[in-house]
C-alpha cells in the first residue's frame, strides 16, 4: 500500500470527502480537492470506477485517466446493495463535510443516500449532485456522456461552421468543464458554510454548464431582442482561423488587436496592406478576408523565421507543438509543474498543480488507489452512532 505523502497543508487541510463519482466529471473536482489538501475517500462499486480499464497503465485496473484524475484519494470498495455496506457508508458520512456522487437522482435514492437521508447523518453536510442533467427540467435522469453532450451544447454545429462537417472536439471538454463547475460550486457552499454554519444542496450538471460556456461568446447577438445575428461568434468559426502554413511547418499567431497590425504591417510590408484593414472594427466585419491574406504572407517565411519576427513584435506566437511535447516543455519544467512521485507500479510523472497560493500551496498528495485498498484503515472504529441508525430507518 503507498501512503499519502506529507507536504504543506493545502487550503482545504482538515476537509473530508466522500466521493461516489466515476469517470471523469465528479474525479476531475475532488482531484482538485485532493491536491489541495482534502481528505478524498473514493467510494467505489466492487468492479470499480470504469476509468479504470479504459485506459492503459503499467498494471490492470490502473489506467492513465484513473491513475491521473484519482490520484491523493482513498479507495473503499462497499457493495451498497448489502445493508452491512450501506452502514458503513452511513457511518462515514456522518465524519464527512462534502458528500458528492455522479448517479442518477433515483439510483442514489434508491440506495438510500440523497439528500434528506445523508443530511439526517450529517446536517451540516454538502452535498452535491452531478447529474447531466437538471432535475428540474424534462430530460431529468436521462443518462449523458461527453459526447453527447458536446452535441447537445451546440460543439459539433460551431466545428461545423469552421471546417464544414460536424465533428467533436478532440478531448473530453465536457467532462472537465463540469467538473470544473462541480469544484467552485462546492467551494463556494463550504465557504457559505463556514460563514453561517448552514450545509446545504448543489446540483451541478453538464448540460447546463456546458451550455453556459459555450454561450460566453457564441451568444453574441442572439441575446438581443430583436436577435442581432444568429448564435456563433464569427471570428472563433472562420473556416481560415487555423495555425498558418510556413514554408516548413507551421506556426499559430493571432495578429488582432491594432498595436500587433500596425506593427506586423510596418516589419512585414505585405503588398496587400491597405487602409481599408487599419482598424479592428474594419477587421472584424472582414475576418475571414484578413485571415486568408495572412495566411498567404505565412506561407513566404519559415516557422522559425516567423517565431523570430512574431516574438520581436511582442505578437502572440507558438509553433504547434504535441501533446507529448508538454513533458518537455522548458517552460513546464522551469516552473515545476510535474511532480513525480513513486507509486505501486513505479515512478510516476503527475502533471501537478496549476495554481499557486503563497501560503497553502496544493500539490499531488499521493498515488491513485487500488480498488478498496483502504477499506480497512478509513472503516476502522467506524461506529454508528444513532443519526445514522436513524437514517437506516429512514432509508
Not at 504543506?8 to 487541510?13: E, I, K, M, T
Not at 435514492?109 to 449532485?129: H, K, Q, S, W
Not at 510596418?266 to 484593414?277: D, I, R
Not at 506561407?299 to 517565431?307: D, F, I, N, V
Amino acid at each position: 500500500m503507498a501512503a499519502l505523502q506529507s507536504g504543506p497543508n493545502g487550503p482545504l487541510a482538515g476537509i473530508r470527502v466522500v466521493d461516489l463519482t466515476s469517470v471523469v466529471f465528479g474525479p476531475y473536482a475532488t482531484q482538485i480537492m485532493a491536491d489541495m489538501g482534502a481528505e478524498v475517500i473514493k467510494v467505489e462499486p466492487p468492479e470499480g470506477d470504469n476509468t479504470r480499464w479504459i485506459t492503459t497503465g503499467p498494471e490492470e485496473g490502473m489506467g492513465g485517466i484513473y491513475v491521473n484524475v484519482n490520484r491523493g484519494k482513498k479507495s473503499v470498495m462497499l457493495d451498497l446493495r448489502r445493508e452491512e455496506d450501506s452502514a458503513s457508508l452511513r457511518a462515514l458520512v456522518s465524519t464527512a463535510d462534502v458528500f458528492i456522487h455522479s448517479m442518477r437522482g433515483k439510483a442514489i435514492a434508491r440506495l438510500g443516500f440523497d439528500y434528506e437521508a445523508v443530511r439526517a447523518l450529517r446536517p451540516d453536510i454538502i452535498y452535491t449532485n452531478c447529474y447531466g442533467y437538471s432535475r428540474r427540467g424534462p430530460e431529468a435522469d436521462k443518462p449523458a456522456y461527453d459526447d453527447t453532450i458536446q452535441a447537445e451544447c451546440g460543439i459539433p454545429y460551431v466545428q461545423g461552421l469552421m471546417n464544414g462537417e460536424p465533428g467533436y472536439v478532440a478531448t473530453i471538454m465536457a467532462d472537465k468543464v463540469a467538473g470544473l463547475h462541480a469544484l467552485y460550486a462546492t467551494m463556494m457552499a463550504l465557504f457559505h458554510r463556514e460563514r453561517t454554519g448552514e450545509g446545504q444542496e448543489v446540483e451541478v450538471t453538464m448540460f447546463e454548464a456546458m451550455s453556459s460556456f459555450m454561450l460566453v461568446e457564441h451568444a453574441n447577438g442572439a441575446m438581443f431582442s430583436p436577435p442581432t445575428t444568429p448564435a456563433h461568434y464569427h471570428r472563433a468559426v472562420e473556416r481560415n482561423r487555423r495555425p498558418y502554413r510556413t514554408k516548413d511547418g507551421y506556426v499559430a499567431a493571432l495578429v488582432y488587436n491594432d498595436k500587433h497590425w500596425n506593427a506586423f504591417m510596418q516589419a512585414v510590408q505585405p503588398p496587400w496592406a491597405s487602409e481599408e484593414f487599419s482598424t479592428l472594427a474594419q477587421r472584424a466585419k472582414r475576418i475571414g478576408e484578413v485571415y486568408g491574406l495572412l495566411g498567404e504572407t505565412f506561407l513566404t517565411r519559415t516557422t522559425q523565421e516567423w517565431l523570430d519576427t512574431l516574438s520581436a513584435l511582442h505578437i502572440p506566437c507558438s509553433p504547434l507543438r504535441t501533446t507529448d511535447e508538454l513533458f518537455t516543455n522548458e517552460h513546464l519544467n522551469a516552473i515545476g509543474f510535474f511532480e513525480e512521485i513513486d507509486t505501486p507500479q513505479g515512478p510516476t510523472r503527475m502533471p501537478g498543480v496549476p495554481t499557486w497560493f503563497s501560503k497553502t500551496p496544493g500539490h499531488v498528495r499521493g498515488p491513485a488507489p487500488r480498488l478498496g485498498e483502504n477499506n480497512g484503515d478509513v472503516l476502522a472504529g467506524l461506529a454508528e452512532s444513532p443519526a445514522t441508525m436513524a437514517g437506516a430507518e429512514n432509508s
